[in-house]
């Protein structure tokens, strides 16, 4: 039940940008995405409600195809405060959520 | 600051020997999640509350119970911990009309 994500780990250096891609076996009805820091816990990021809808947060943007059950996370101009594990994740029937399988982002000056 | 608190913040307990973690809100949301989060691992249900109503993951351990007594507090007990129960237990709330969780900084729980 669990999306799978891919890279697993990344490296980048500042100001250089990346993709992150979620995708389920099961239809996705909506995607949430997370950022967990290192010894933190996870902050809530964005979430995509319907298939095509894309959505930004300062230089964090995320796309939702529904039909491919994808969803991808786009970082651009990278920042050393975005490292940390990006999580998507998708909730079921009766409040049930289940995060994805993770991609570690490490940014480099 | 309204928020989602959880004591301890480390707990270290012996092979076998009970214990409990707790988790507080102040958000008065209805839903209530409380994750297990290994190593380099994403986090993993084991349950969730809607309001009192309990829902256990099927892949749960029978080893992990969990009390709601109000709508602030919540209490995840391992009867009997093995080594494999070592991990990052996290709290979650969220509001029924929303659909960001809020997480509380978790218990690191160290079995001995």
């Known amino acids: 039940q669990q999306p799978v994500q891919s890279p697993q780990a990344v490296i980048l250096r500042e100001g250089e940008d990346a993709v992150i891609n979620c995708s389920s076996s099961?239809?996705?009805?909506?995607v949430h995405w997370y950022r967990q820091k290192h010894g933190e816990a996870p902050v809530f990021l964005m979430i995509l409600l319907k298939g095509g809808e894309q959505k930004g947060h300062e230089k964090i943007s995320a796309s939702f195809n529904e039909k491919k059950q994808q969803s991808s996370l786009y970082l651009t101009a990278s920042q050393l405060s975005y490292s940390g594990t990006y999580f998507c994740?998708?909730?079921?029937?009766?409040?049930?959520?289940?995060f994805g399988t993770g991609t570690s982002l490490t940014v480099i000056p | 600051d309204a928020m989602v608190i959880q004591n301890p913040r480390y707990q270290v307990t012996q092979f076998g020997k009970p214990v409990t973690l707790s988790c507080s809100q102040t958000?008065?949301?209805?839903?209530m999640y409380w994750y297990q989060q290994k190593s380099s691992q994403a986090p993993k249900l084991l349950f969730h509350?809607?309001?009192?109503?309990?829902?256990n993951e099927a892949d749960t351990p029978d080893n992990f119970q969990s009390r709601r007594p109000n709508t602030s507090f919540c209490f995840l007990d391992i009867r009997s911990p093995g080594l494999g129960d070592a991990a990052m237990y996290l709290c979650?709330?969220?509001?029924?009309?929303?659909?960001?969780?809020?997480f509380g900084p978790g218990t690191r729980l160290t079995v001995t």
């Open positions: 509350y809607y309001d009192k109503d309990f829902n």
């Open positions: 099961k239809a996705l009805y909506s």
């Open positions: 979650a709330t969220r509001k029924t009309s929303a659909y960001e969780q809020y």
């Open positions: 958000l008065n949301h209805n839903v």
């Open positions: 994740g998708t909730d079921r029937t009766g409040n049930q959520f289940y």
